[in-house]
């Protein structure tokens, strides 16, 4: 069936530093879409992207699909304390499947 | 639109009970998604409808768990009967899904299952 794999799984900086997720699908994806969740809270829609080789960006976010729809990434550049929480890619290719999930961490 | 419903928020339970939990969409949406998130499994998909009709339940931990969806407004989760292993918070979510792509996902506040 359809794996979705995220890493790392969790990631500490410090505030100002640059952080990075990565999202690994077993299949080629129609669309992959991102969610945050903040500690006691529930996912919420960051962004969905659907081409091949796209790149979107929100403020300090930045998110990438892969040529071949099977990978993407978030970057985020120079985090703040209000980053914290855990990013979730969801891979849609018939139905969706949730990464793991990475813990982002903001040391002040 | 006030966004998707779940109540109970927290239900405490002892071994052996029934629980239902519930889940009200959003209008409009012909999506919904039941999930089970813990600390040591993460965001499992447990269920999925599409137009009321369960489409993937492949994540369905076993018998004592089934899921309902009568209309477009309301579902169900129940677990019969519960265990302590069932304690997690469960999510609902609803989308809309039109030729192949499904747009995001809007989930609910969760409800925080304890079971004694």
């Known amino acids: 069936g359809q794996q979705v794999m995220q890493i790392p799984q969790y990631q500490h900086v410090q505030e100002g530093e640059d952080f990075t997720t990565y999202c690994n699908s077993s299949?080629?994806?129609?669309?992959i879409q991102w969610y945050k969740q903040r500690p006691g809270g529930h996912p919420v829609f960051l962004i969905q992207l659907v081409k091949s080789g796209e790149v979107k960006k929100q403020k300090r976010l930045t998110f990438q699909f892969g040529e071949a729809k099977k990978n993407s990434s978030l970057h985020i550049t120079a985090t703040q304390t209000t980053d914290v929480g855990t990013y979730f890619c969801a891979g849609h290719a018939g139905k969706s499947t949730f990464g793991d999930g990475t813990t982002l961490t903001v040391k002040p | 639109d006030a966004g998707v419903i779940q109540s109970p928020r927290h239900e405490v339970t002892e071994m052996g009970q029934e629980v239902t939990l519930r889940c009200k969409p959003i209008s409009g949406h012909n999506s919904l998604f039941w999930y089970r998130q813990t600390m040591m499994r993460g965001l499992e998909l447990l269920i999925y409808f599409n137009n009321n009709v369960p489409i993937d339940d492949s994540g369905m931990p076993e018998d004592r768990f089934s899921a309902k969806m009568p209309n477009a407004s309301f579902s169900t989760l129940k677990i019969q009967p519960s265990e302590p292993r069932d304690s997690a918070v469960y999510f609902c979510?609803?989308?809309?899904?039109?030729?192949?792509?499904?747009?995001?996902?809007?989930f609910g506040p969760g409800t925080r299952l304890t079971v004694l």
């Open positions: 979510a609803s989308s809309f899904l039109a030729s192949g792509r499904l747009d995001e996902q809007f």
């Open positions: 299949t080629t994806l129609s669309n």
